[in-house]
């Protein structure tokens, strides 16, 4: 198995994510999806969190050696990349959606100076076009963004393009292709609904279902 696969395969394990091709989930953007995927619940899965935190702290000391801080991404990733943070002993901080509407009206909570290499981490992506915005944020304070890691990532063509069209150096632990094909391996869901699964990928924005 490819480390793609094993984490697959943990977030099935912990019901992190579940498929229906022929119900499918209806996102907060109004998609309809095939898929659902909340990485949330494997923090109350002590082995498998302790899993996922070593892989996501494997693939920073690799790819991101000079990162001199950790960024996580309300609220899903703020979790993560306090662990992450804490395993590396590496300074943290994490970014709200927005400023808060009273106190010191802080978005981005923690210490950190101008300059420093940060990693952003978030849970999941889709079009990235969130985590695109915590990057700007982080950007116009200073900060030099060297990087994003997640745990999960749907592989969306936008995405990919988005992600170029910033320039910044991406990873994900798992993708949909490999959680796709696991999930036939296992019987999740059958081959015939394979071509419809990959097809909601290509153009989740007008997929409306299984015979879309």
């Known amino acids: 198995m490819t480390d793609a696969t094993i984490v697959a395969e943990k977030l099935l394990q912990v019901n992190a994510v579940?498929?229906?091709?022929?119900?499918?989930?209806?996102?907060?953007?109004?998609?309809?999806?095939?898929?659902?995927?909340d990485n949330r619940k494997v923090l109350s899965f002590p082995y498998t969190r302790d899993y996922?935190?070593?892989?996501?702290c494997n693939v920073i000391f690799e790819k991101f050696p000079e990162a001199?801080?950790?960024a996580g991404v309300a609220t899903a990733g703020i979790a993560w990349g306090a662990m992450a943070a804490d395993q590396l002993k590496l300074p943290y901080i994490y970014v709200r959606p927005k400023p808060k509407e009273h106190g010191l009206e802080n978005q981005v909570e923690g210490?950190?100076?101008k300059g420093q290499k940060v990693v952003v981490v978030e849970d999941l992506v889709s079009t990235g076009k969130s985590s695109l915005q915590v990057v700007d944020v982080l950007k116009?304070?200073?900060l030099d963004v060297i990087g994003m890691v997640s745990i999960f990532t749907y592989g969306f063509p936008v995405a990919t393009e988005t992600f170029k069209k910033a320039s910044l150096e991406y990873y994900s632990l798992t993708d949909y292709p490999a959680l796709i094909e696991l999930a036939v391996q296992k019987g999740i869901v059958q081959p015939a609904q394979l071509d419809v699964l990959?097809?909601?990928?290509?153009?989740?924005?007008?997929?409306?279902?299984?015979k879309s």
């Open 140 to 142: 116009e304070l200073g």
């Open 68 to 70: 001199e801080l950790l």
């Open 52 to 56: 996922i935190k070593s892989e996501m």
């Open 18 to 37: 579940k498929l229906n091709p022929d119900s499918p989930f209806t996102w907060a953007s109004g998609w309809k999806s095939p898929i659902y995927c």
């Open 111 to 113: 210490n950190f100076e």
């Open 198 to 210: 990959m097809k909601w990928r290509e153009n989740p924005a007008v997929w409306r279902g299984s």
